[in-house]
């Protein structure tokens, strides 16, 4: 009967090429524009962050990472970022933790201040990375240029194209893009079959990629010990074990987010909200120490290369210290993304548990560990899967995650995000 019924059904018309053709150049033109601005945003945030770090402590005598330079710094960029907030027009944008990786279409005038504020942020130390900002500035930008120059194109198209393609700049290739769009367009009514409604993201974010990879050669393999094996039952049991472990700690946070959000919104003025968030943010750097840091990605790459170099309650610290200066960053108003320091805190979890349990391989524990991570603070499954197997390049390991992934995503649905509404309750 279920048979018949289907064959009934009318199919679902696909779009003819015609259709399609006219998006190809609007694509190649908003993925490039998006990688560009991409690189050249965190090409300046880096050459800002080697003086600030290195020239000027080194010119001062100060040691770069030492407490009293780490107080200084990141309490300085609570104010210069604040500044940006109160002062430059727009006011950098709506309030970051009402914002996920969907970004409005901001008016053009919102967008310097953003760009100003997100590189400020980069160069100074939060734990945030570009990836929420940079999407809304691309977002904006190419909602505004594309509706004057492609007038026949319908304007909802813009934002779909800027979402993909800075995703794509951001993970240097298109499948990460892919899968985030086939999980929003999961729950919609579509017009034709799916690869029609993702053909234009598709051409964006690989044109996006592609130039980003051209440019900056980025990569997200760890160069971990290889696992270099068939999984066992022993496997199995760890990632089962530690991925729920990570998206609980990672839940943590979530809980605690409206709390900080709330203890920093009644400090009021962004003037006191920032610089008071910079110096707890310094605080948990003197704990914790530099490499919970910036946005993270350097910082899980020196873990990667002695993953036998610290003890489990080293990695423990890390990761617990990291996950309150993401928290903080995020709730006191920084702009900034939260994809990048939640990879440091799972990598760290997961080698704390190789560290714990030498037979739990550290390819396996990073991986495990990230994926739990993100998809409590993300909830964004394909992504925090697509993110976890990147950095190990390990398919037997790949495996494992789409196993773990459902104890820890049990854990995580139907429960509060780490994005907040306006009236500041937590969205489900």
């Known amino acids: 009967m279920a048979h018949d019924t289907a064959q009934r059904e009318p199919a679902v018309p696909a779009a003819p090429a015609r259709a399609l053709v006219p998006l190809i150049l609007p694509a190649l033109l908003v993925g490039v524009g998006a990688s560009l601005l991409f690189v050249g945003v965190s090409e300046a945030a ?15 005598g100060i040691g770069r990472y030492s407490v009293l330079w780490m107080l200084v710094m990141l309490t300085a960029t609570g104010v210069v970022v604040g500044l940006v907030v109160w002062k430059v027009p727009g006011h950098a944008g709506p309030e970051p933790a009402t914002l996920g990786l969907n970004a409005p279409v901001l008016p053009p005038p919102v967008l310097p201040g953003l760009l100003l504020a997100t590189a400020l942020m980069l160069a100074g130390g939060p734990s945030l990375g570009p990836e929420n900002p940079i ?57 034709g079959l799916l690869w029609d409604n993702v053909f234009g993201p598709l051409v964006a974010a690989g044109a996006a990629a592609l130039t980003t990879t051209l440019v900056a050669h980025p990569t997200f393999d760890l160069d ?23 998206a609980a700690l990672g839940m943590c946070a979530v ?17 006191v909200a920032l610089p008071v968030g910079g110096l707890v943010l310094g605080l948990l750097a003197a704990l914790g120490g530099h490499l919970t840091l910036f946005k993270g990605l350097d910082e899980v790459a020196e873990l990667a290369r002695d993953p036998d170099g610290r003890s489990a309650g080293e990695y423990a610290v890390l990761a617990v210290v990291k996950l309150a200066a993401l928290l903080v960053a995020a709730s006191c108003g920084f702009r900034g993304g939260r994809i990048f320091p939640a990879v440091f805190v799972g990598a760290a979890f997961g080698l704390g548990a190789h560290a714990l349990i030498p037979s739990v391989h550290p390819a396996l524990g990073v991986a495990t560990g990230v994926l739990g991570m993100l998809l409590a603070v993300t ?50």
């Open 46 to 60: 880096e050459q800002l962050q080697h003086v600030l770090w290195k020239n000027l402590p080194d010119a001062l």
């Open 135 to 191: 999407i809304a500035v691309n977002v904006g930008l190419a909602f505004w240029a594309g509706t004057r120059l492609f007038r026949r194109l319908p304007g909802g198209l813009w934002p779909a194209l800027a979402e993909a393609a800075t995703i794509g700049a951001l993970f240097g290739t298109p499948v990460a893009a892919a899968l985030v769009i086939s999980e929003a367009l999961a729950g919609r009514q579509l017009k």
């Open 224 to 246: 971990l010990p290889s696992f270099g094996r068939h999984p066992g039952w022993g496997d199995l049991l760890a990632a089962l074990v530690i991925a729920p472990l990570a």
């Open 255 to 271: 809980y605690a987010f409206p709390y900080a959000h709330g203890v920093f919104r009644r400090l009021g003025h962004p003037m």
């Open 379 to 428: 909830r964004q499954g394909w992504v925090s899967l697509f993110t976890a197997a990147v950095l190990v390049s390990s398919p037997a390991v790949l495996a494992l995650l789409c196993f773990a992934s459902l104890p820890a995503w049990l854990l995580v649905t139907g429960r509060p995000q780490m994005q907040l509404r306006d009236d500041g309750t937590p969205v489900r």
